[in-house]
């Protein structure tokens, strides 16, 4: 027979404003099975958890039921207050008298008889618990870094400076990102090149870090300590092993095509490396524009026009590292933590119509100005209008395009909008003193270090004039841009002739987040932005241990915070790599061999792929749970029929008896 | 149908014994009665003009494959029956491989008893659309094709009533109920090694013969072949006590098919809505 002990928490008012905590107890010393009742002020606390730890010896007690807060506040606590006084840890059972009683009700009566009902339920159900015991596996000491922009480039340095192999994985030819193509950075006006450009070498150049630039990851299987990842190398054309950089293939190619990353402002060669301070500073060649790949497509059909063989880059290459039979081939990694960091990508400003949709070539958006002010940049720095290569002087720009905008499915606020704003009107007159910045804002949000006083500096020493008002509509008159709007402080109508135009573009998540969140089995918004474990006290934690977020991937965030982050992200990464072994949760689903019928609906519905296939004696095939990847959801006990699957501490039968112990009260 | 059906059955039975493609050959035969059919299990070739196919052919003989996992059998299917080949399948009860499907086009099965037979159709067969089998590696008879019924007639007035004369109908039914599982054991998707109506621990459902406990074990059970139901209605067929199952199951089956476009068994790999999560499901339930 169980000694079952009930301690009943006031904690402090909390409960005991509300329930009569006496009358609990009272009630609960005539409950079967129970030995022992009392209650506390509060359990939590030192003199609280010591009267259960001397009940549990004076009372001989085997199990012991504390009806408190949430079990999500204090389970842990009271797991390791009844494993001190050598009882299982799991032989507990939590009655949340708070959260789920004293807070959301008013009637004492009532409340108290609730409280009641929540103590017999729990004493019912922890009748029925049994030991548990937790799990030691292994784990690999590598890390994956997924995406090598700052957050992916700081993550993988920190990790790397910890000791820890590190795989860098970044989709396209060179590490650095969004923040490459920015000209400065606010508030302090640092150029973006000078201080990432450092960092990106160092990322090459770290002992520990293997970089694998234009690749993707495919397929994520395993679990924490023990993942195992497919990694797609896309083909290059080049062997990297011997190319030097040197650059004669990219300045003698022939074929010229739009540079993605000057956002359509400038070209780039077929065999390139996208900007000059790229890392590896080798190039890849675009197969979609090769001349010789035209030409060995025509060679397979000869219709029409025979184009130039080419293979310019081949025969000028010093070191022969022009690789025309290479392939794209995925490589598979073990990894015991990853790190995903995949960032943004801007908003795409053509879906507003009244801001020509896209069609004017002088409405643009910001990023494409920061690639015109760029010393690296189309232009080498010198701020021209697309359409004619003229100076522009009066420049409107306008906020929240893509942010703040239900209209376009984007509610939020992208947040580095209204200081890089601030930061162009300031650059803007510094560039060239007669330009006048008008700037349409709905409000300016410049929380942050120094933020505001940065975006007082465009208005008091730069002279933007601020606008608090959306622009209805731009059009085209001659040479100008006209733009109409409203100053909505004034309530009066405005119209500017406009040089150039610069639309705020917000910032969304990169294409494909959704899929490897997939893959990873993480958490994402309607917005394809990954979800944190808790957006406070686990901003870089996931649902899934071993994944961790970091950067623009989780939300619109600026430079100094995705660099916060990815440093955080690799302090998790470091804490868990510096362990020899992982304990894993034994609150995991279990399978009844004998019941199983093998029908797989449970691994249909895990959301872990935790269930796997095992071959019985007889030859029955029939599921069971890798306890490694199980999270105890729970999603597989509902979908199996035959009741073969069954949760540790969750139990059908403990669930059961809660139940039935309250119909038949 | 009649004697041409039963020669072609008889002659690819005969073919598959010979050459050793199956060991074992699930038909129908002619009963004791000499007037109706039960199933018949044929091992040796010699044994096929045991074989027969009329309209009395009335079991689901796709049940009988549970028994032989892992061994080469053939199977006559009618159109009804071939779905819960597709629904075994992707349960995975069953391998495709080992199995030898006998299709056969069936304009509709008879009313009939022992040593008697009806010329009226079965309940079952006035809303049939699938006379012509789902999956077939032999086929026999042509396909018909006629307008397709009404389906869910029965059901949708059974809506009509209010929800008490829908309780006090189904309470009715329970009290009828012996339990004897019948409905169970016909039922080609119920294939638990241990139902959950016989477990004691937990004890989902009383053991007690009374309203309450039947009413929760036919409630379960129709909830259990949600969205897997291949309305064949063999349940409702072998109830002694004739509660109405099909009202139950066929419910359901036209909820599935309301919310998910989705009828069991149609295919062996259409992803069973159930058990599968679509992130831009509109359940219609949001707004």
Redesign the interface.
């Known amino acids: 027979m169980s000694r079952i002990g009930v301690f009943v928490c006031h904690c402090g008012t909390n409960i005991g404003g509300i329930v009569n905590v006496p009358e609990v107890v009272e009630a609960a010393k005539a409950m079967p099975l129970v030995a022992y009742a009392d209650e506390n002020k509060y359990t939590c606390s030192e003199v609280g958890q010591g009267s259960i730890r001397d009940a549990i010896r004076e009372q001989k007690l085997d199990r012991v039921v504390v009806a408190a807060c949430s079990p999500r506040m204090h389970e842990n606590t009271f797991r390791k207050t009844v494993a001190t006084a050598g009882l299982n840890p799991y032989l507990l059972e939590i009655a949340n008298l708070r959260e789920h009683c004293s807070w959301v009700h008013s009637d004492s009566k009532k409340a108290t008889a609730k409280a009641i009902d929540h103590v017999r339920m729990a004493v019912a159900k922890v009748a029925r618990h049994e030991s548990l015991f937790p799990k030691q596996v292994g784990l690999t000491k590598r890390a994956l870094v997924i995406g090598g922009g700052i957050t992916g480039i700081q993550a993988a340095l920190d990790i790397a400076s910890a000791g820890h192999e590190v795989v860098l994985v970044e989709k396209e030819p060179s590490v650095g990102g969004r923040m490459s193509q920015l000209d400065k950075t606010f508030p302090t006006l640092d150029c973006s090149a000078c201080i990432l450009t450092p960092k990106m070498v160092d990322v090459a150049q770290h002992p520990n870090i293997t970089l694998l630039s234009y690749s993707e990851v495919k397929e994520v299987r395993g679990f924490v300590g023990n993942f195992e990842v497919d990694i797609l190398k896309k083909a290059k054309m080049v062997d990297h092993k011997t190319c030097t950089g040197c650059g004669t293939c990219w300045q003698k190619c022939p074929e010229k095509v739009t540079s993605e990353f000057d956002l359509g402002l400038g070209q780039r060669t077929a065999i390139y490396i996208p900007f000059a301070q790229a890392v590896p500073n080798k190039p890849v060649i675009d197969m979609e524009n090769c001349r010789y790949q035209k030409y060995l497509k025509w060679t397979q059909t000869e219709e029409g026009k025979k184009p130039p063989e080419c293979r310019i880059c081949e025969k000028l290459c010093p070191t022969k590292s022009i690789a025309w039979e290479q392939q794209e081939e995925i490589v598979t990694e073990k990894f015991g933590a990853l790190v995903v960091a995949t960032g943004f990508k801007t908003f795409d400003h053509s879906v507003y119509g009244e801001y020509g949709a896209g069609r004017y070539p002088d409405v643009i958006s910001s990023l494409q100005l920061e690639r015109l002010m760029s010393a690296a940049g189309p232009t080498e720095g010198e701020v021209l209008r697309p359409s004619d290569n003229t100076h522009p002087k009066n420049i409107v720009f306008i906020q929240c395009v893509g942010s703040r905008d239900d209209k376009v499915g984007r509610p939020y606020c992208s947040k580095v909008c209204c200081m890089y704003t601030a930061k162009h009107a300031i650059m803007l007159k510094e560039h060239d003193p007669e330009v006048q910045c008008y700037v349409f804002y709905i409000d300016i949000r410049a929380g942050g270090k120094d933020f505001e006083e940065f975006a007082r500096r465009a208005q008091d020493e730069s002279g933007a004039v601020y606008l608090r008002g959306r622009v209805s509509q731009i059009y085209q008159d001659g040479k100008t841009l006209k733009v109409l709007g409203e100053d909505s402080l004034i309530g009066r109508p405005v119209e500017i002739d406009a040089d150039l135009v610069v639309l705020a573009t917000g910032m969304e998540a990169s294409e494909d987040a959704?899929r490897l969140a997939q893959t990873l089995h993480i958490s994402y918004n309607i917005y394809n932005f990954l979800i944190e474990a808790h957006p406070k006290l686990r901003p870089v934690e996931t649902q899934t241990d071993g994944v961790f977020v970091a950067g623009a991937a989780v939300g619109p965030r600026d430079i100094p915070d995705c660099v916060a982050h990815g440093s955080a992200a690799a302090a998790k990464v470091i804490g868990l790599l510096s362990q020899d072994s992982l304990t894993t949760d034994p609150l995991t689903a279990i399978v009844a061999p004998?019941?199983?019928?093998?029908?797989?609906?449970c691994k249909?519905?895990c959301?872990f792929n935790a269930i796997e296939e095992q071959t019985t004696r007889d030859?029955r095939?029939i599921a069971s749970v890798n306890e490694s990847l199980c999270k105890g959801c729970g999603l597989c006990v509902v979908?199996c029929?035959?009741?073969a699957i069954n949760l540790r501490g969750f139990t059908?039968?403990q669930l059961?008896s809660e139940v039935m112990t309250l119909v038949r009260r | 149908m009649g004697e041409d059906f039963t020669q072609q059955i008889r002659d690819k039975a005969k073919e598959l014994l010979e050459n050793g493609a199956v060991e074992c050959v699930i038909g129908y035969e002619t009963g004791s009665d000499g007037v109706s059919a039960r199933p018949a299990f044929i091992y040796d070739a010699a044994e096929v003009d045991r074989l027969a196919f009329d309209n009395t052919c009335t079991h689901n003989l796709v049940k009988y494959l549970l028994d032989k996992k892992?061994k080469s059998t053939a199977v006559v299917v009618k159109g009804c029956d071939s779905r819960a080949l597709n629904l075994l399948l992707s349960?995975?009860?069953i391998q495709r491989d080992k199995v030898y499907v006998i299709g056969v086009v069936c304009p509709g099965v008879v009313e009939w008893g022992w040593n008697k037979r009806s010329e009226q159709l079965q309940k079952r067969c006035n809303w049939c659309r699938q006379h012509t089998p789902v999956v077939s590696d032999f086929a026999v008879g042509e396909p018909i094709t006629e307008e397709p019924p009404a389906e869910f007639a029965d059901v949708a007035e059974m809506a009509t009533k209010t929800a008490e004369d829908r309780a006090t109908f189904w309470r009715d039914q329970a009290e009828r109920c012996i339990r004897c599982y019948a409905c169970r054991q016909a039922c080609p998707g119920c294939?638990?090694?241990?139902?959950?109506v016989e477990?004691l621990?937990?004890?989902?459902v009383g053991i007690r013969i009374a309203p309450d406990e039947n009413w929760m074990w036919n409630t379960i059970r129709a909830y259990?072949l949600g969205g897997r139901c291949i309305s064949c209605n063999e349940c409702e067929r072998v109830c002694p006590v004739n509660i109405p199952l099909s009202l139950l199951n066929r419910k359901l089956e036209q909820e599935v098919l309301d919310l998910f476009d989705y009828k069991a068994g149609m295919s062996e790999d259409a992803?069973?809505p159930l058990?599968?999560?679509k992130?831009d499901e509109n359940l219609g339930i949001a707004e």
């Open positions: 959704d004998m019941k199983c019928v093998g029908c797989f609906a249909a519905v959301p030859g095939i979908a029929r035959p009741g059908n039968q059961l | 892992g349960e995975r009860q294939y638990c090694i241990d139902c959950f477990l621990d937990p004890e989902w259990h992803p069973a058990i599968t999560f992130k």
